[in-house]
């Protein structure tokens, strides 16, 4: 069975841009989380969520939004991009809303120039 | 609200030496407690989980953590380890209830010499 599939796996951008990360859970999965991961540093939360309404959000600008279709893949979006949004963004799905049994993707590297 | 702290950056351990990796947490009650691992340009994967019952847990790869409620640590160890370990290891939180995000640390870079 396929993992979590995370596309594009690398991506460049400049600042003031518009970039748009997508994820596809494992079959069965209704639920996505997303993660921000800046180098050196852990993964931080930025969404979750489940059967396609958000479940939690957290301390990330209005710049980022999210959402999740009906096949229950999500897409991240981040808008007017900084340097300081270069980061490896990771996506993890589950079956439900808990954190009990998290499946991670590779991840899409973003950098910022 | 839940933190999590590694103290250790980076890690230099001989092959087939044993290994400690430390993780204290903060959470107003007993959290669910992750220990994973990610290798360079990959996801995480995860090694082992804590959420009640027996305080020594059992993970993959040989790899073992114990939940000591009174330092509100959750360390992991393996015996022996392999070149293969070589990683970025990161301890994280989860809340029981309302419990829709993990916490991570900043992570233990492992290195392992021959």
Do not use: M
Not at chain 1, 101 to 112: A, E, H, I, P, Y
Request: charged share 15%; aromatic share 12%.
């Amino acid at each position: 069975d396929a993992g979590v599939t995370q596309s594009p796996t690398h991506l460049i951008k400049t600042r003031g841009q518009h970039v748009t990360l997508r994820c596809s859970p494992i079959s069965g999965h209704k639920s996505v989380s997303w993660y921000q991961q800046v180098l050196g540093q852990g993964p931080q939360f930025i969404f979750q969520y489940y059967e396609k309404e958000e479940r939690g959000r957290g301390n990330f600008p209005d710049r980022f939004s999210a959402r999740q279709f009906p096949n229950y893949s999500s897409e991240l979006n981040v808008n007017a991009l900084l340097l300081g949004d270069s980061a490896l963004y990771l996506c993890a799905s589950s079956l439900g809303t808990g954190v009990e049994k998290l499946f991670f993707g590779s991840g899409t590297q973003l950098s910022v120039l | 609200a839940q933190s999590v702290t590694q103290p250790d950056i980076h890690i230099t351990v001989s092959e087939g030496a044993s290994l400690e990796l430390r993780c204290n947490y903060s959470y107003g009650a007993t959290p669910y407690l992750f220990w994973y691992v990610q290798s360079p340009g990959q996801g995480l994967q995860l090694l082992l989980k804590y959420f009640s019952g027996d305080t020594l847990v059992q993970g993959i790869k040989g790899f073992e953590a114990e939940f000591k409620r009174s330092q509100s640590s959750f360390n992991l160890r393996k015996p022996s380890v392999h070149w293969s370990d070589a990683a970025e290891y990161f301890c994280a939180v989860g809340a029981v209830i309302g419990n829709e995000k993990l916490t991570f640390g900043t992570g233990t870079r492992l290195t392992i010499i021959p």
